[in-house]
């Protein structure tokens, strides 16, 4: 079947970097794009970027921008994000999601079951 | 960037009532809205994508209308596991900005 697996829960210091992974089965990683969310304890969604398994390109929410690079690895069919700097305020579940359009953005069909990151000082 | 502007921000509502949540886009998105739903602890589902598509297995109850500026998301008749939070999303070009968000609680 479909589906997103997301690297594990993460504990990080303030001003370190995270890395989470996401990793597709059951489906041809190249013909959709990937994009990411957060969700802060009690909060609502936000969007952090999106990359295109097709061809890699990539477009970043403005919030995130030079702090964030997401890439893919098409032989394994993972999706990566790193965030750097890490603030106590990036305490959230991020989600990676399947993106119905390989070419950009687009109504997302597929989650991640979520991972879970602590940030401490 | 394209603001997302959904109302009301809390719902309450009856098994058996009819549910309606708007979505207002900063500028135009012509149909390129989806709406998602989440319960807690769980990620979000998706349930209508360019506006008005119902995706395939979600019951015919949800509907979507509307283009431009102004959505709609309803629930002809609530059902007890329709009790979540709604979230509309824009995917206009390449970003892809959403509400903040419409709990639907049992009144």
């Known amino acids: 079947q479909v589906q997103l697996v997301q690297s594990g829960a993460e504990v990080k210091k303030s001003g370190a970097s995270l890395t989470v992974s996401c990793k597709a089965s059951?489906?041809?990683?190249?013909?959709?794009?990937i994009t990411w969310v957060r969700q802060a304890p009690g909060q609502g969604l936000e969007w952090m970027g999106w990359?295109?398994?097709?061809?890699?390109?990539?477009n970043y929410a403005q919030q995130f921008q030079g702090r964030v690079t997401m890439t893919t690895d098409t032989p394994t069919s993972t999706a990566y994000m790193e965030l750097r700097s890490l603030r106590s305020d990036d305490m959230a579940v991020y989600y990676c999601?399947?993106?119905?359009?390989?070419?950009?953005?687009?109504?997302?069909?597929?989650w991640g079951q979520g991972t879970t990151v602590t940030v401490s000082s | 960037d394209i603001q997302m502007t959904q109302s009301p921000s809390t719902l309450s509502a009856s098994v058996g009532d009819r549910v309606t949540i708007t979505c207002r886009a900063s500028?135009?998105?012509?149909?390129?809205l989806a709406w998602y739903q989440q319960k807690p602890g769980k990620a979000p589902k998706l349930l209508i994508y360019k506006a008005s598509s119902l995706k395939s297995g979600v019951p015919s109850r949800f509907s979507g209308s509307g283009s431009g500026t102004e959505f709609t998301l309803t629930i002809s008749s609530l059902q007890p596991d329709d009790f979540a939070t709604y979230y509309c999303q824009q995917y206009n070009g390449y970003s892809g900005t959403f509400g903040q968000g419409t709990k639907v609680e049992i009144k």
């Open positions: 999601a399947r993106v119905l359009n390989p070419t950009g953005m687009g109504a997302m069909d597929v």
């Open positions: 500028q135009s998105i012509s149909s390129w």
């Open positions: 059951g489906y041809t990683f190249t013909s959709f794009g």
């Open positions: 990359i295109s398994a097709y061809n890699g390109n990539t």
